[in-house]
């Protein structure tokens, strides 16, 4: 399971003109399901995902996390993230989850980031969906879970 966070100053999902999901401050998760994942990774990943520390403290570092910057979240669905770029020049998506369980292990990951008491946004899954952001920074990082 991978997530691509961004830290952002907002970001919205649209699908057929109309905002699906919308945050403020906080962090946009582009999630991609693999084959292999279950939902204790799903679980796993939403608590790395809620403690990794990329809010500015009073001092300007990197110290705080989501929660505690007083952020938001919003989950898109990406199945690309799960994509072999390796060799060739179009990727293979052989390691990509079926949608059924792609989108099952997304509601889990969903689910787990609203246990630990996050407000969270998502888009649609399977969807075509234009995503607006302000990335904050820019911070980006790539958290997989194995």
């Known amino acids: 399971m991978i997530a691509l966070i961004q830290r952002v100053l907002m970001a919205k999902v649209v699908v057929e003109g109309q905002t699906v999901g919308e ?23 939403s608590e790395r995902v809620v403690n990794y520390r990329i809010f500015a403290d009073e001092a300007d570092k990197m110290n705080l996390d989501v929660g505690q910057s007083g952020g938001q979240i919003l989950v898109v669905s990406q199945f690309t993230l799960a994509a072999d770029t390796n060799k060739g020049r179009r990727p293979s998506f052989s390691s990509a989850a079926v949608p059924d369980e792609a989108q099952r292990l997304y509601r889990v990951f969903v689910n787990a980031l609203e246990e630990q008491q996050m407000t969270v946004a998502t888009g649609e899954f399977g969807a075509d969906m234009k995503v607006h952001s302000i990335n904050d920074g820019p911070v980006t990082f790539n958290l997989s879970c194995r």
């Open 23 to 45: 945050i403020e401050r906080g962090l946009l998760i582009y999630l991609g399901v693999e084959k292999d994942d279950d939902d204790k990774l799903a679980q796993r990943l």
